[in-house]
């Protein structure tokens, strides 16, 4: 690093008749390259990182894309060639009117909507009460629900089957739906994010006479939008995508949801294996729903990552 010392001449004369030169002395620093680089080294590594993840990530989706508009041999040619010769476009007509696929994605979205709004109702109303209420045994509480956290959600199918026999909900969307009413991950996802918002808030908010139900509606939630955008999309995506609990209590085939019925499609007609550009045709058509709910949802939940929760 050097320094350098230039004079300036400064006029200062309100008639222009008299002219002072005044030396004056400017520091002027030279930034060794190294340290500029550096940054702009580390900057492009970032970049390089993450578009390399991210198109590892996506390939996938390319892949199921482009094999859904090739013939069997394009699929399996060697080497693999990620655009088609042709674009079968009609492809997706085929799949889609060879089975009823448009009734498997209606049912896979209305299960996963209404799975999904009593989940965050009865996470927030718990996530609230053992963060905002105070009561001996709230802490305790918490810790058996984490505790249940750690159960594998197989452990669960035989006493939930025999539970809805007993209630008569076997093969029906509201038994799924009832099945699944409850997260634990809601419950501990909302309470990290219910914890930022400010105690002075929810104290101003009972000084002027206001319920706790109130309070949660009007007062806490508005504050965690981006939190309960996020719950939204995983707890949708999850049930949208549930295959196993599914299969074992939907028996009637106008009920199946849409992993199940592309199963049930491929394999119990004989068609797995032969035509795979059906098989990745109809996983396009499944996924596309939820890429519309993911772009839907997506300003909402990048504009709160970097929220600190509410300051005073």
């Known amino acids: 690093m050097t320094t350098q010392s230039i004079d300036l001449p400064l006029a200062n004369s309100q008639t222009g008749k008299h002219k002072n030169t005044i030396a004056t002395q400017v520091t002027v620093t030279n930034i060794p390259a190294k340290a500029v ?21 996506v390939f996938p989706f390319v892949w199921m894309l482009s094999g859904s508009m ?13 655009l088609p010769e042709q674009f079968r476009w009609e492809t997706f007509v085929e799949t889609f009117n060879s089975a009823p696929f448009g009734l498997y994605i209606m049912n896979s979205f209305t299960v996963a909507l209404f799975t999904t ?25 918490y810790f058996v629900v984490m505790a249940c956290y750690m159960l594998p959600g197989a452990v669960t199918y035989i006493p939930s089957y025999i539970t809805l026999a007993n209630m008569g909900l076997l093969d029906s969307h509201t038994g ?3 099945s699944n009413a409850a997260s634990v991950f809601g419950v501990f996802y909302l309470r990290q994010v219910f914890l930022k918002v ?11 006479g206001a319920g706790e139900v109130k309070i949660l509606w009007a007062i806490v939630l508005p504050q965690c939008k981006s939190a309960l955008a996020t719950l939204f999309l995983i707890t949708f995506i999850t049930n949208y995508n549930s295959y196993m609990w ?4 939907i028996t009637s085939q106008d009920l199946n949801l849409i992993a199940t019925g592309i199963r049930q499609f491929f394999i119990a007609e004989g068609n797995y294996g032969l035509n795979w550009s059906q098989i990745m045709a109809a996983s396009t058509i499944a996924v596309l729903p939820l890429l519309i709910l993911f772009i839907i949802c997506q300003k909402t939940i990048l504009s709160g990552i970097a929220d600190n929760g509410v300051k005073e």
């Open 37 to 57: 680089l550096k940054p702009t080294g580390l900057a492009l590594l970032k970049h390089g990182f993450l578009t390399i993840s991210g198109l590892i990530m």
């Open 117 to 141: 709004l009593i989940v965050m109702i009865n996470s927030a109303m718990f996530a609230y009460a053992i963060t905002q209420l105070k009561f001996k045994s709230r802490t305790a509480l």
């Open 198 to 208: 400010h105690p002075s808030l929810i104290e101003a908010a009972r000084i002027d």
């Open 176 to 178: 799924l739906i009832i």
């Open 70 to 82: 090739k013939s069997n041999d394009e699929i399996f040619s060697n080497p693999l060639n990620i």
């Open 246 to 249: 599914p299969s074992l209590l």
